[in-house]
């Protein structure tokens, strides 16, 4: 399979081949870096620009550890100490940082769709790290990743994403990624943040946590996202505790060997109860982990997507 | 469809891994110093075939590795990503021979990339290049140690290796253009 796109922009436009070819990829780079000389030359003389313009700590230091990792040259701007608050607009800062000679932005914004209004008016590689409540792909990458190396599949998996879904990017690009594969998914939480409307994502709608967990190969916990939400869409803390945070009697009622993943920062004793974050059923940690061999390999492949297709030959 | 030639059939492949299995061991003494590392896809098997021809001419286990080259190639940025494959080095190059194992050598880019990797993993003592067909056309100053059969070829023509490992068949093939 040869990759051919030069942004990674979204799940949602990917073939199931090229997912794949991603997670292949990212293995050989997870190798990388269990080596004593964690560093390879591929993108040698290559100037990344982490953009963030919404705040980040895990996938902007992620990215940053993947771009040195490949040898690249990094810029990290952040929306506080920028011209943003002078009032530059996207567009201008993003011309100004390519006049730089950036190959490669990596973008999170507050805004959906800025990633690919970037992609239209630069000549450099775009990569999305999160816009909005729209897509957030390496994060469903490194989960499906994640997912793969423990269950050896995805296809004919139940994969359960439980709490906060409406305002959730990293919900929609998992669902995507995890269909196009062949997993069932169930989605769960509270009524208002939980609509039936993504039934037309091919995923199944519950309100009853232990319905929801009863099958399930994977817990994917998502954080409750006190930043988007406008309101209080649901009464209290204390109930969503009660009634969708994953304690250990609710798992007990779950497969034995169900796994339990978040992509953080969690929420102790909301989302989770801290043994069940700290055992031995928690991924965690791993997803931290295959989240920089993961953003290495969109690097990898991005570069590449740039030149005409691979050529065969000695 | 090209127009195809075999170079070498099974038989002949075989007889080739031999004599340089034969030409590794007379050029390398002390075998407990030699490891094999092939480059996928094909020297990772050649490499693995070759260390068993040598464990038993050496009464002794010859280690054998993986090593890609996709992340060190020099041409990253001018085609589409190349497919990257585990690399698996299970022991200390450092002090020892290293034999580069490939199909075939043409531009000698992919050694040069695989040499660079190497340095990754230590510094081996000496680094040595085996493969099972040089069809020239070198752009860079390197030279094959063990050669199985070398092919005049021209620049458009191309050198298969297909082995039974990936292939179902051992046999190298000339494909010319029509």
Redesign the interface.
Known sequence: ????RKHLLDIESLTPDEIVTVL??A???K??GE???K?????RG?TVVNLFVEPSTRTRISFELAEQRLSADVINFSAEASSFKKGETLKDTARNLEALNADFIVIRHSASGAPHFLARVLNASVINAGDGAHEHPTQALLDVFTIREHKGKIAGLNITILGDILYSRVARSNIWALRKLGATVTLCGPATLVPKTFEQMGCRVTHDVDEAIRDADIINLLRIQHERQRKTMFPSINEYIQLFGLNKARLAKAKPDALVMHPGPINRSVEIDSDIADSGRSLILEQVTNGLAVRM?VL??V???????????? | MPETTVILDAAAMQRALTRIAHEIAERNENGAEVVLTGIPVGGDHLAKRLGKILSELWQQTVPVGIL?V???RD??????????????IPFDVTGKTVVLVD?????GR?TRAAM??LN??GRPKKIQLAVVID?GHRELPIKADFVGKNVPTAEGE??RVRLVENDGVDEVVLERPK
């Open positions: 399979m040869t990759w051919t292949d990829t293995r050989a780079f190798a990388v080596r004593a000389i560093k390879v030359p591929a993108l290559k390999a990898f492949l570069n590449g997507g740039k030149g005409p297709p691979e050529v065969t030959g000695n | 890609d996709s992340m060190h041409d990253l940025d001018r085609r589409a990503a190349p497919t990257v494959h585990p690399t698996v199909d075939v050598l043409f531009s992919t660079d990797a990754d993993f069809r191309k050198v």
